[in-house]
């Protein structure tokens, strides 16, 4: 500031500011120079990059201290630790560690950046000087720097560096969460299997004509389960409601049956079709929506297949008068071995056949028992036997039973005064939808009845009981972001210690006092014998100067050297 502009000036009678001589020197006493290892840190400190430096240490040092607690803890069970302190809470303490480290390097890196904003070829708005200062200190003033400067400056990335800091911590929240996962207990999970059939009274007897009464339940409840879920009731045991089975075999019943519909001839007039008749099985005359059952072997589909249980076809007609609504099915209902994978989840049973194994040939004589004995191909990793077998007795009762059970017929009086059927059985054959599934589930509810008999020679099979665990899951895609902030810092950092040596600017960071003693509208006098370039001379100099803040005569305001 010319001389002229600060005469006359004296506020309290102290000095008066016509009295100095230009060439009075600022310092009373000369700086000391840096002698002890303390002092010449303090210089690296003050001259240099080692503050920044250490911060980005301290940074890193924090990240890595969070990738491996991470590393520890992903997938493990949820640490036993005190209630105050969890895994996030950890990761939080480090992360506040390291966002202060590099948020400081950072800023530093931007205040440095201003002074290679003034180093270049043209002159710049000394309001820029603001715009720098604001972008150092948070997230809006990097946000005016970015919107005022040229998007090729290297500020450019410290200005981004401090915007995507706002979301540092969020995206760290979210790495570590806390799902259940079940895992195997000490508990017990069971399920029935039989390897053999030999129906008995309830003093354990044989029965030698009849079907025993539990079975009779059986075949009853899989015909009339209007929601064909009998697989859910296979007799289990899981303490925990989440069990698991390795697959096993077991003696069972399986069925198969034929759309044999094409088969029907029909005998039509004027008013509707009057008889219908499968070749060699049922038959119905007369108009009114009826059913016959008979048992049966028409269907080449089936004629392969020894149906060791019972094989029957029915003929189902809905409207007489509309030959379209006519069907019918021949299915046979055998012997088999199923293999099946098993596992209960929430209490619900889920039971999958993943092998079923039918021997064509099996039959049984006057004298002896049903014999099926799979390959072990075919059996499942819980097979205690490779034989199975259904006895004589409970052969010939079974097949006796079931062909009178599906032979039968019955129907619904077109005058609407009624309905009659031979047997509840055939009732339920007529009103089913799907016919297929309903047999399909009469063959299911059959073989949870021999799997859960008492001498189904087969003890239950073992399986495992699960319990349900809190563990701790990483989901690294998450920490991408923390980290690329990081790096990002790391690289700005690297870019402007570049910068200011190629440019050749001093590292003055953000002082203020490096403003006040190279700025040519300050009323201070700097003295040619002292140099004060580095920021370690400036602070010793700057404390041996005494300033005030004065007005001078244009009623402006200026700090005054005293």
């Given at each position: 500031?010319?001389?002229n502009?600060t005469?006359g000036?004296?506020r309290?009678g102290?000095?008066?500011?016509d009295?100095?001589d230009p060439q009075t ?14 002092q010449?840190t303090?210089l690296l ?11 980005s ?12 607690i ?14 105050v302190?969890?895994i996030?809470s950890?990761i ?10 590099f ?6 890196s931007?205040s ?9 070829e ?9 715009l720098?200062?604001?972008a150092s ?9 970015l ?6 400056h ?11 800091m706002?979301?540092?911590?969020p ?9 259940d996962r ?6 017990t999970a069971t399920?029935v299997?039989?390897?053999k059939y030999?129906a ?10 009849v079907?025993d ?5 059986a ?16 007799e289990?045991f ?7 089975w390795?697959s ?7 069925s198969?049956c034929a ?6 001839e029909?005998?039509c007039?004027?008013s ?11 038959s119905?005359?007369?108009?009114g929506?009826?059913?016959?059952s008979?048992v ?10 020894e ?18 609504d006519?069907f019918a099915?021949e299915?046979?209902l055998?012997?088999c ?6 596992s209960?989840?929430?209490?619900i049973?889920?039971?999958?056949i993943?092998?079923s194994?039918l ?7 006057e004298d ?5 004995k799979p ?6 990793d819980k097979?205690?036997?490779t034989?199975?077998?259904v006895?004589r007795?409970?052969?010939?009762a ?5 062909s009178?059970?599906?032979t039968?017929?019955g129907?619904i ?7 009659a ?7 339920a054959l ?8 309903r ?5 299911t509810?059959?073989?949870n009845?021999?799997r859960?008999q008492?001498?189904?020679?087969s003890?239950?099979?073992?399986g495992?009981?699960?319990k ?9 895609a ?24 190629q ?9 203020n006092?490096?403003?006040?003693f190279?700025?040519k509208?300050?009323g201070?006098e700097?003295?040619?014998e ?6 370690s001379r400036?602070?010793p100099?700057?404390?041996?100067i005494?300033?005030?803040?004065v007005?001078?005569d244009g009623?402006?305001w200026?700090l005054?050297?005293?």
């Amino acid at each position: 500031m010319p001389t002229n502009q600060t005469e006359g000036v004296d506020r309290d009678g102290s000095h008066e500011a016509d009295s100095m001589d230009p060439q009075t020197p600022l310092l009373k006493k000369a700086v000391p120079k840096a002698t002890t290892l303390l002092q010449k840190t303090s210089l690296l400190f003050q001259d240099w990059w080692l503050w920044e430096i250490t911060s980005s240490i301290i940074a890193i040092c924090a990240m890595t201290v969070i990738i491996v607690i991470l590393l520890l803890f992903d997938g493990s069970s949820l640490p036993d630790w005190p209630s105050v302190f969890t895994i996030n809470s950890v990761i939080s303490f480090f992360s506040v560690i390291a966002k202060l480290s590099f948020t400081a390097a950072v800023g530093a890196s931007i205040s440095q950046s201003k002074w290679h904003w003034y180093r270049q070829e043209k002159p710049r708005p000394l309001a820029d000087l603001q715009l720098f200062d604001d972008a150092s200190r948070g997230p809006w003033g990097a946000v005016a720097l970015l919107l005022s400067i040229n998007a090729r400056h290297l500020a450019v990335i410290g200005a981004t560096i401090t915007v995507s800091m706002l979301l540092f911590d969020p995206f760290l929240q979210q790495v570590v969460i806390y799902p259940d996962r079940l895992i195997p207990s000490k508990d017990t999970a069971t399920i029935v299997r039989a390897q053999k059939y030999e129906a008995r009274s309830e003093e354990g007897l044989p029965l030698s004509s009849v079907v025993d009464l539990s079975m009779k339940a059986a075949i009853y409840n899989g015909i009339f389960d209007v929601r064909d879920q009998a697989d859910v009731n296979v007799e289990h045991f899981c303490s925990t409601g989440n069990c698991t089975w390795n697959s096993f075999s077991s003696l069972a019943v399986c069925s198969e049956c034929a759309n044999i519909t094409s088969y029907v001839e029909k005998s039509c007039n004027a008013s509707g079709c009057y008889e219908l008749n499968l070749p060699g099985g049922p038959s119905i005359s007369g108009f009114g929506s009826q059913i016959n059952s008979s048992v049966t072997n028409i269907s080449a589909e089936l004629r392969a297949i020894e149906a060791s249980v019972v094989q029957f076809s029915s003929l189902i007609s809905k409207k007489m008068n509309d030959s379209d609504d006519t069907f019918a099915w021949e299915c046979a209902l055998s012997y088999c071995i199923n293999t099946y994978s098993t596992s209960v989840t929430d209490g619900i049973i889920n039971q999958t056949i993943t092998k079923s194994w039918l021997n064509n040939s099996a039959s049984y004589s006057e004298d002896s028992d049903l014999i099926l004995k799979p390959p072990l191909s075919n059996l499942g990793d819980k097979g205690n036997n490779t034989t199975f077998r259904v006895s004589r007795l409970a052969a010939q009762a079974m097949t006796s039973f079931m062909s009178s059970t599906f032979t039968g017929s019955g129907g619904i009086n077109v005058t609407g005064t009624g309905s009659a059927f031979s047997s509840d059985v055939i009732h339920a054959l007529y009103d089913t939808e799907n016919f297929s599934v309903r047999v399909s589930n009469l063959a299911t509810s059959m073989t949870n009845n021999i799997r859960q008999q008492n001498n189904s020679g087969s003890d239950p099979c073992s399986g495992l009981a699960m319990k349900t665990e809190t563990y701790v899951k990483v989901r690294w895609a998450w920490f991408a972001y923390p980290a690329a902030v990081l790096v990002l810092s790391l690289v700005y950092l690297a870019g402007t210690i570049i910068e200011s040596t190629q440019r050749d600017v001093d590292i003055w960071k953000s002082s203020n006092i490096a403003l006040l003693f190279h700025g040519k509208v300050m009323g201070l006098e700097k003295p040619k014998e002292i140099t004060v370039e580095a920021m370690s001379r400036m602070g010793p100099t700057a404390a041996a100067i005494e300033v005030e803040l004065v007005q001078t005569d244009g009623r402006g305001w200026m700090l005054v050297q005293k």
